[in-house]
C-alpha cells in the first residue's frame, strides 16, 4: 500500500492509496501558494508558503522496484499458495490455513495496489482514469491490505491459544471454526475499506490536513500497524514467556516451527512497516510531502520497505521449516513433470518410469 511517486504529479504520476484523489483531473498546474483560505495560524510555524515543489530525487527508481517486487514476488507467492494448499489439505492445521489465506491476501495486494495501482495507472495510464474508478480502487486496496495484515493477527491468536491453552484449542479448533475465522477477517477488511474512498491525495495537498484528512490517516495508521502491534506485542510476549517456563522445566525445549514462523512474521511485519507510519504521522503534523523533498524521499522508500513485506515470508517459510521447502520442491518438481517426457517417442511418456528397460518382469517394487 504505497504512497506515490516522487517528482511533478502531472509528469510523474503518483502511485498508490494516496495518489488516487486527483486521477482523470486535468492537466492543470498546481497553485504555488495553499489553496481556500489558506493554512490556520496554528500551522503557521509548521507549514511555510514555498512556491516550488518539491523536486524529484528517486526519479525512475520506483517504477524499477515495483516492477522487480511484482516479477519475482507473485510467482513466488504463487509456490507458496500451492505449497500450504498442499499441506492443509494433509495435516488439517489451522496455522496452515491462516498462512495461506495471508498469502493469498498478500498475492491480492501485489495484483491490486502494485500492479493496478502504480504500473498500471500511474506508470502506464498516466492517472487518466475516471475519478469515480480510482476511489473504487482505493477500497479494494486498503480491503486488501487490511486482509493481509489481520490473518497475521489471527495466525497469532491461534498459536497463543494453541501454546497457553492447549486444551481449550483442541476442543475449540476444527476446520469449519477456522474457515468460518477466516471468511470473518476477509468480510470485516472490506468493510473497513469503505471509507478510505474518500482517502485524499498526500502528493498535491498544499493545505494543512483537513479534519477529514487526520481521521482516515489515523485510521489507517491504527487499523493496519497500531492496533495489530498491540494485538503482536501482547500474544508474542505470553508465548515468549511460556517457551521459558519450559526451558527451565524441561531438558530438551524446542519452539516449535509454526512458532518461529509467527515470531518471524510479525517480526518483520512491525519492522517493514514501522518507517511508513512514522513519515505518514511527520507529514500529517509537520511538513508536506508537496513541499520538502526529504520528506518525499522518505516516503517512497518507507512505501518500497512496506510493501517488500508481502514477498519476505516465502524465504522465512523455507528458512524455519523443513517440510515446507520439501512441499515447495516437490511443487516444483512436479510443474516440471509434464515438460520432461516431451522429447520421448510416443508411447514411452509413463512406461520407462515406472519400469526401465532391462528389468525383468516382476522384478520392480
Not at 498469502?103 to 492517472?127: C, K, Y
Not at 483537513?210 to 502491534?229: E, G, M, N, Q, R
Not at 512496506?306 to 520439501?326: D, E, H, I, Q
Request: with cysteine; hydrophobic share 45%; net charge positive.
Amino acid at each position: 500500500m504505497l504512497g506515490g511517486n516522487c517528482g511533478d504529479p502531472q509528469e510523474r504520476p503518483s502511485m498508490g492509496l494516496e495518489g488516487r484523489d486527483t486521477a482523470g483531473q486535468p492537466r492543470t498546474a498546481l497553485p504555488p501558494t495553499p489553496n481556500g483560505s489558506g493554512p490556520s495560524l496554528e500551522f503557521g510555524d509548521h507549514w511555510p508558503e514555498i512556491p516550488e515543489r518539491s523536486p524529484c530525487v528517486a526519479g525512475i527508481i520506483p517504477v524499477i522496484y515495483y516492477s522487480v517486487l511484482l516479477g519475482l514476488g507473485l510467482p513466488v507467492n504463487l509456490l507458496t499458495t500451492v505449497a500450504l494448499a498442499r499441506l492443509t489439505a494433509r495435516t488439517r492445521k489451522p496455522s496452515y490455513c491462516y498462512l495461506l489465506a495471508l498469502t493469498a491476501s498478500d498475492i491480492v495486494t501485489q495484483v491490486v495496489i502494485v500492479f493496478v495501482g502504480f504500473l498500471l495507472q500511474g506508470a502506464v495510464l498516466a492517472r487518466q482514469v475516471p475519478q469515480a474508478v480510482v476511489r473504487m480502487a482505493n477500497i479494494l486496496e486498503f480491503a486488501a491490505n487490511h486482509a493481509s495484515v489481520w490473518m497475521a493477527v489471527l495466525l497469532t491468536v491461534d498459536r497463543y491459544s494453541a501454546l497457553c491453552h492447549p486444551l481449550h484449542h483442541r476442543a475449540a479448533s476444527s476446520p469449519g471454526r477456522t474457515r468460518r475465522a477466516i471468511v470473518t477477517v476477509l468480510s470485516a477488511a472490506l468493510l473497513t475499506g469503505i471509507p478510505f474512498y474518500w482517502w485524499l491525495d498526500m502528493w498535491r495537498d498544499t493545505d494543512p490536513p483537513s479534519t477529514l484528512d487526520k481521521v482516515l490517516k489515523w485510521a489507517h495508521c491504527l487499523i493496519v500497524y497500531f492496533i495489530p502491534c498491540g494485538v503482536f506485542l501482547v500474544t508474542n510476549s505470553a508465548i515468549i514467556r511460556r517457551l521459558r517456563k519450559r526451558c527451565q522445566s524441561g531438558p530438551h525445549p524446542r519452539v516449535g516451527k509454526s512458532t518461529a514462523i509467527l515470531l518471524g512474521v510479525t517480526t518483520l511485519f512491525a519492522l517493514l512497516w514501522a518507517p511508513r507510519i512514522f513519515v505518514m504521522l511527520f507529514h500529517m503534523y509537520v511538513v508536506p510531502v508537496h513541499r520538502d523533498w526529504r520528506v518525499h524521499l522518505a516516503m517512497d522508500v518507507a512505501n518500497m520497505a512496506a510493501m517488500l513485506n508481502t514477498v519476505v515470508n516465502f524465504g522465512l517459510y523455507c528458512f524455519v521449516s523443513k517440510t515446507f521447502r520439501a512441499t515447495a520442491r516437490q511443487v516444483i518438481h512436479d510443474a516440471h513433470l509434464p515438460c520432461m517426457p516431451g522429447s520421448r517417442p510416443e508411447g514411452m511418456v509413463v512406461e520407462p518410469v515406472q519400469k526401465p528397460l532391462g528389468v525383468p518382469k516382476g522384478a520392480e517394487l
